[in-house]
T-cell receptor
Framework: NAGVTQTPKFQVLKTGQSMTLQCAQD?????MYWYRQDPGMGLRLIYY???????DKGEVPNGYNVSRLNKREFSLRLESAAPSQTSVYFC??????????????FGPGTRLTVT | AQTVTQSQPEMSVQEAETVTLSCTYDTSESDYYLFWYKQPPSRQMILVIRQEAYKQQNATENRFSVNFQKAAKSFSLKISDSQLGDAAMYFC??????????WGLGTSLAVNP
């Protein structure tokens, strides 16, 4: 049982390049989330998917797109990277079902640097 | 809108001593959950403890316990017998009806040997 996995762990991009961050969970959770973490800013929600087939914007969606490929996988795409997107990115999942207690479980994070 | 405030950006404690981290929140909802997460230098976010708002009893997990004051909207974390491995960033989080987590900005805890 791996929990939430993310790839890659580190990435350096040049301005304008694109990339996709991959996330998968094996806990049969309905909901998945993408956050970014910047110094002094805490965790900010980029996008989330309450269930397979649905996605919604979070607090800071500009410059990102997501795909909920199936129940297990939720990817985050940067179409044209900018230095402002230098950050640590976390994927998380939660059960989001009747009787669940709302907690989220996190992947190990991806440190992205855009030069 | 709900908010979560951690008023202590940094705290320190001596090994084996007890420390309390503060968290306050604002909400008009009556049913919600509160969490404390730990983020050590490895960056991994680890759930430490959770509290259901409808439960009056304070949650406890080994050396970690909370003081949940619903009327005051306060949710502090007490770490007893502090260990070097407790050094980390600690985040308080709120989850209401929409199940999205609202996060505080964190408290950096140093443990001195």
């Amino acid at each position: 049982n791996a929990g939430v996995t993310q790839t890659p762990k580190f990435q350096v991009l040049k301005t304008g390049q694109s990339m996709t961050l991959q996330c998968a969970q094996d806990m049969n959770h309905n909901s998945m989330y993408w956050y970014r973490q910047d110094p002094g800013m805490g965790l900010r929600l980029i996008y989330y998917s309450a269930s397979e087939g649905t996605t919604d914007k979070g607090e800071v969606p500009n410059g990102y797109n997501v795909s909920r490929l199936n129940k297990r996988e939720f990817s985050l795409r940067l179409e044209s990277a900018a230095p402002s997107q230098t950050s640590v990115y976390f994927c998380a999942s939660s059960a989001h079902s009747a009787g669940s207690s709302y907690e989220q479980y996190f992947g190990p994070g991806t440190r992205l640097t855009v030069t | 809108a709900q908010t979560v405030t951690q008023s202590q950006p940094e705290m320190s404690v001596q090994e084996a001593e007890t420390v309390t981290l503060s968290c306050t929140y604002d909400t008009s909802e009556s049913d919600y959950y509160l969490f404390w997460y730990k983020q050590p230098p490895s960056r991994q976010m680890i759930l430490v403890i959770r509290q259901e708002a409808y439960k009056q009893q304070n949650a406890t997990e080994n050396r970690f316990s909370v003081n949940f004051q619903k009327a005051a909207k306060s949710f502090s974390l007490k770490i007893s017998d502090s260990q070097l491995g407790d050094a980390a960033m600690y985040f308080c989080a709120y989850a209401g009806n929409n199940r999205k987590l609202i996060w505080g900005l964190g408290t950096s805890l140093a443990v001195n040997p």
